[in-house]
């Protein structure tokens, strides 16, 4: 029985094997569900490679046991968010569910039920940690978000 880890690594392969670069199908419907997020992005070329190298970086390393540097990355992720505004859990959860699809549309016959139940357990612990991040970094610096400076600095 294949691990979680080699389950992924195999769709990956596959995406890449299809020539497809997967942010962009992953961007597209992502900014389909939420139009008005799109303005927030002032380089979604840049960004775009970032967010999503990241996003299956971060799956990929809880499948493979290493929350040694995983955990540090999502702290990161939070708190350099938080300069975008309050953003919606809703939109994380989708981000990180789209991902998945996307994969799952573009890995062809690598892709099965248990390809498909690897990265959404490993997606389900990430929204865990990406939960406690952004609960840990309000009790830290209540106010230290976009558009919710302390009087004393507005
Ligand atoms: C696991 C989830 C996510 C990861 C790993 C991630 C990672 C990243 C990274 C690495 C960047 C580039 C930062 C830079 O180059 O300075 C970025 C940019 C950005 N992300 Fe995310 N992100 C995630 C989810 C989200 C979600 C859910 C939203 C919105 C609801 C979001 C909104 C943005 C915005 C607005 C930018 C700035 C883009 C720009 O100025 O062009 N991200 N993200």
């Known amino acids: 029985m294949p691990s979680d880890a080699e389950l992924m690594e195999a769709s990956l392969i596959a995406v890449a094997d299809a020539g497809v ?3 962009h199908p992953l961007f597209a419907r992502w900014f389909a569900a ?9 380089n979604v070329d840049a960004s775009s490679r970032r967010m999503t190298d990241e996003t299956l ?7 493979k046991g290493e929350e040694l540097w995983v955990g540090p990355l999502v702290d990161e992720l939070a708190f350099t968010h938080r300069s975008y505004g309050r953003l ?7 981000w990180i569910d789209l991902t998945i699809d996307c994969i799952g549309d573009t890995a062809g016959t690598a892709w099965s039920a248990e390809a498909n139940a690897a990265w959404r357990r490993q997606g389900e612990r990430l929204k865990v940690l990406i939960i406690a991040a952004r609960e840990d970094w309000d009790r830290a610096m209540p106010g230290h978000i976009l558009g919710e400076l302390p009087e004393v600095l507005s």
């Open 34 to 42: 939420w139009p008005e997020r799109r303005a927030t992005f002032i």
């Open 21 to 23: 670069e997967l942010r």
């Open 57 to 63: 970086e971060m799956m990929l390393g809880l499948a």
């Open 88 to 94: 919606p859990w809703a939109e994380y959860e989708s």
